[in-house]
């Protein structure tokens, strides 16, 4: 079986056109949008995917302003930076880098981000009112998997859809998405007793674990697809996802690829949360 490449690289070129356009339409009124990235680590990582959002969000027309509070930033410190830019008329738009300093979880935090800036959908009240159901923002990378899904014209109505993980930021957003596209959502974890067992009884298969070579071959079933949400750093410093590609090609009819898959589409979807906050803004 030939497996098709999953790539996001043309969905994510559709979104940025899109963005841009609306980004400029607000410019030209003399209201460019506003991005404030709030940063509290020393992490090279971090740093590097920092300097790829602002390079991203200048070729927009997005306004993007990064506040450093330093790795040894207390939750105190970071919560009324937070809360700070919520009521900062000139902030459009908020996202709190990770990782955090030791000590400090996004729960510690998260909560001080105003829904209606929250364009990574990490709050609490951002996440209630995605299993509500009700609008607003939803985490980009949950997000750019159904979008990628729906770009291939993978159907998801009545199929079962395993997600192996559970985090707050991918895992449990995404299957509350999934849910809404009618589709029938098994979410695995580290508790999960027999893995391959479940995942090879699904039409489709997410890897956000952040675990290299979690998913092989044994894992899917023949022509099931898979999409890969891992972004790992391998000993030779490659980045990898979660899935063991080569054990899966030839046998899943898609596999979206790490990197080029969903990390362009999470990064095209970010941007425009960016100047939907910004549109929403300037009508209230």
């Known amino acids: 079986m030939d497996t098709v490449s999953l790539s996001g690289k043309e969905l994510a070129a559709a979104i940025n056109a899109d963005t841009k356009d609306r980004a400029a339409a607000l410019t030209g009124r003399g209201a ?8 509290a680590n020393d992490d090279p990582a971090s740093a590097w995917y920092v300097n790829s959002l602002r390079k991203s969000a200048e070729r927009l027309g997005i306004d993007c302003a990064t506040v450093d509070l330093g790795a040894d930033a207390s939750a105190d410190a970071i919560r009324q930076e937070l809360a700070a830019r919520g009521t900062d008329g000139a902030t459009d738009a908020i996202m709190l880098q990770t990782p955090l300093p030791s000590g400090v979880t996004l729960d510690d935090v998260s909560s001080a981000i105003v829904a209606t800036k929250d364009v990574d959908g990490v709050s609490p009240l951002s996440l209630g009112l995605l299993a509500a159901g009700l609008a607003g923002f939803v985490p980009a990378t949950s997000e750019a998997v159904v979008e990628l899904l729906k770009y291939h014209d993978i159907p998801l109505a009545g199929r079962h859809v395993v997600v192996v993980g559970r ?8 299957a ?5 596209e009618d589709a029938t959502v098994t979410v695995c974890h580290s508790r999960t007793a027999d893995l ?14 952040g675990r290299i070579g979690l998913v092989s071959g044994k894992h899917v079933r023949g022509g099931a697809v898979v999409v890969d949400v891992g972004t790992n750093e391998a000993p030779d410093g490659k980045i990898v996802g979660d899935v063991d590609a080569e054990s899966v090609r030839g046998r899943a009819a898609g596999l979206s690829p790490v990197p080029g898959g969903v990390g362009p589409v999470t990064t095209a979807l970010l941007m425009r949360h960016v100047v939907v906050a910004a549109e929403n803004a300037r009508r209230s």
């Open 32 to 39: 460019a949008p506003r991005l404030a990235l709030i940063v």
């Open 196 to 209: 391959a067992a479940v995942t090879v009884t699904a039409d489709v298969v997410v890897a956000a674990a």
């Open 176 to 180: 509350q998405l999934l849910l809404a």
């Open 167 to 174: 985090s707050n930021i991918v895992g449990k957003p995404l």
